[in-house]
C-alpha cells in the first residue's frame, strides 16, 4: 500500500465530519505538498479525535505550527 493509501485509512475517524475534512486535505493537497507537510499531516493524524476536534472546530489550537498551518488549511479549503 502506499503512502498516500496509508494515510486515506487513517483518516478515517470514528466521526463522519472528521474523516470527511482530513480525507479532503489528503486529496486536495497531499499530492503537491512537501515532505515537512506530509510528514506534519501524518503526525496530526496521530492526534485523538476530540483535539482534532476541537482544533478543526475553531475550539483551542494546537501548539504545534505545523498542525496549526494544515488545520488552517483544512479550515479554509472551500471558503470563498
Given amino acids: 500500500m502506499s503512502d498516500e493509501g496509508r494515510l486515506r485509512w487513517r483518516c478515517r475517524r470514528g ?29 496530526l493524524l496521530e492526534q485523538p479525535d476530540p483535539e482534532l476536534w476541537r482544533w478543526l472546530q475553531g475550539d483551542g489550537a494546537s501548539s504545534d505550527a505545523r498542525f496549526r498551518r494544515i488545520i488552517d488549511e483544512i479550515r479554509t479549503r472551500d471558503r470563498v
Fill in 15 to 43: 466521526m463522519r465530519e472528521l474523516d470527511q475534512l482530513l480525507g479532503g486535505w489528503l486529496d486536495a493537497r497531499y499530492a503537491q505538498a512537501d515532505e515537512s507537510a506530509r510528514a506534519a499531516f501524518a503526525d
